[in-house]
C-alpha cells in the first residue's frame, strides 16, 4: 500500500486520536468537541494551531476516505476512533512513537522516548530506535526518516513522512553544519547576539529616560 499523504491538519487529528486513545482511554473515542481542544493544546504540540470545527471535520472527512477513522454514533454526540492499525499495520510501540512525530514534528530518539512515555514506556534508547528502524525500513513505504544532526546536537532526529518525504538534501544539510561547527559555536554566537541586543535595547530605554528627565530632545 502507498504511504498516505496527509495534510498538517489531517496528520494533527491523525496524532491526537492515537495519543489519546492510551492517555485518555475513559473518554475514548473521541466527541468532535474533545478533538478540536487535543488539537489545539497548547502544550507538546508543534507547530501550535487554531484548528476551527469545521477544519477539523474537513481532516476527518479526508481521514475517512482513507480508511483511517472509524465513527461511533453514542449518547447525544457522534464519537471518532483512528484505524491506523488496520492502515498501516504497525505495533502499538511503532504507532506511539509516530503520534509524536505527528504532534511534535522532528525529535531524537531521546525526545520521542521521554515524549511517548505516557503512551508506552521503552525500555531504553535502543529501543526506541529498533523500532524507528523497521519504520525506516518498512516494505510497505517507510513512515519515518532519520535527519542529520543539528549542530552541538549528540543525536540525530527522525520526522514522520506522512505529510511527505523529507526535504531533500535535509540530512546533507544537518550533517555539514555539524561538521562545520562542532562544538556548537553558531547555537553561542546566536545567544551571545541575543544577549547584546537585549542590552542595548535596555540602554536605549535608559538614555530615553534621562533625556526625558533633562528635558533633552533626542535625535530622530
Known amino acids: 500500500m502507498t504511504v498516505p499523504i496527509l495534510s498538517l491538519a489531517e496528520a494533527r487529528v491523525l496524532g491526537v486520536l492515537i495519543e489519546k486513545q492510551r492517555t485518555v482511554p475513559d473518554t475514548y473515542p473521541l466527541t468532535l468537541n474533545s478533538l478540536v481542544a487535543g488539537c489545539n493544546q497548547k502544550t507538546s504540540r508543534h507547530p501550535v494551531m487554531e484548528l476551527s470545527d469545521a477544519q477539523v471535520q474537513d481532516a476527518l472527512s479526508a481521514l475517512r476516505g482513507m480508511a483511517f477513522i472509524n465513527e461511533t454514533s453514542g449518547g447525544r454526540a457522534m464519537r471518532y476512533a483512528h484505524n491506523a492499525d488496520g492502515v498501516l499495520r504497525i505495533p502499538s510501540q511503532s504507532q506511539a512513537l509516530l503520534a509524536v512525530l505527528l504532534l511534535r514534528g522532528p525529535q531524537t530518539a531521546g525526545e520521542l522516548r521521554i515524549a511517548s512515555e505516557r503512551m508506552h514506556n521503552f525500555?531504553?534508547?535502543?529501543?526506541?530506535?529498533?523500532?524507528?528502524?523497521?519504520?525506516?525500513?518498512?516494505?510497505?513505504?517507510?513512515?519515518?526518516?532519520?535527519?542529520?544532526?543539528?549542530?552541538?546536537?549528540?543525536?540525530?532526529?527522525?520526522?514522520?513522512?506522512?505529510?511527505?518525504?523529507?526535504?531533500?538534501g535535509a540530512a546533507a544539510v544537518d550533517q555539514l553544519a555539524s561538521a562545520a561547527d562542532p562544538a556548537g559555536e553558531v547555537p553561542a554566537l546566536r545567544a551571545q547576539v541575543q544577549r547584546l541586543d537585549a542590552e542595548v535595547a535596555a540602554l536605549k530605554a535608559t538614555v530615553a529616560r534621562l533625556c526625558t528627565e533633562l528635558g533633552i530632545a533626542q535625535d530622530a
Open 123 to 168: 525500555a531504553d534508547i535502543s529501543s526506541v530506535e529498533a523500532f524507528l528502524d523497521e519504520l525506516a525500513e518498512r516494505p510497505a513505504g517507510a513512515l519515518v526518516a532519520r535527519l542529520g544532526r543539528l549542530p552541538g546536537a549528540r543525536e540525530n532526529r527522525w520526522m514522520h513522512l506522512l505529510s511527505g518525504p523529507a526535504p531533500e
